[in-house]
């Protein structure tokens, strides 16, 4: 977390500290809120929601996948007709007690979750190009229409 550097700490392995054994969703929440306080503007702030929601909804999925039990495809009309899927059952509960989910993905739909990973690391990437230049934000990143654009300058 350049955020901590940037700050001034020199010492290495109390960064290590601080963030080893940590999982996705505190390390989340831990990031947002150096970010934010780092980059004390209502813009940036604004940029750093759309960020972070997407982090979490990919958050979401990969708990999903990698707690799942999956299954190799198999021909079965009532999972999904055919081989085009891999299928998982993922335990849940819920109050009514133990329920299961069963997430069923295509090839297309890991594709899509990867770009989505990629998308995300051209973000950070950019934030952190941001934080030694942040007059830059504009050619970087921005919300229109909702929406969270990369290099809008670009497209």
Not at 39 to 59: A, G, M, P, R, W
């Amino acid at each position: 977390m350049d955020v901590l550097e940037k700050e001034g700490l020199k010492n290495q392995s109390i960064r290590k500290i601080l963030l080893a054994n940590q999982t996705a969703e505190p390390l989340r929440s831990l990031l947002q809120a150096l970010l934010a306080e780092f980059f004390d503007q209502e813009k940036f702030h604004i940029l750093l929601k759309k960020i972070f929601q997407e982090v979490q909804d990919l958050t979401a999925i990969r708990n999903e996948i990698i707690h799942s039990k999956w299954n190799p495809p198999v021909d079965d009309p009532d999972w999904g007709g055919g081989k085009n899927y891999a299928i998982g059952k993922k335990l849940k509960t819920s109050k009514s007690g133990e329920s299961s989910v069963y997430p069923k993905y295509t090839i297309a739909d890991f594709e899509k979750k990867i770009e989505a990973c990629l998308r995300l690391q051209k973000i950070f990437s950019s934030l952190r190009f941001l934080m030694d230049f942040p007059d830059r934000l504009d050619s970087h990143l921005r919300v229109s229409n909702g929406e969270l654009e990369l290099y809008p300058e670009r497209q």
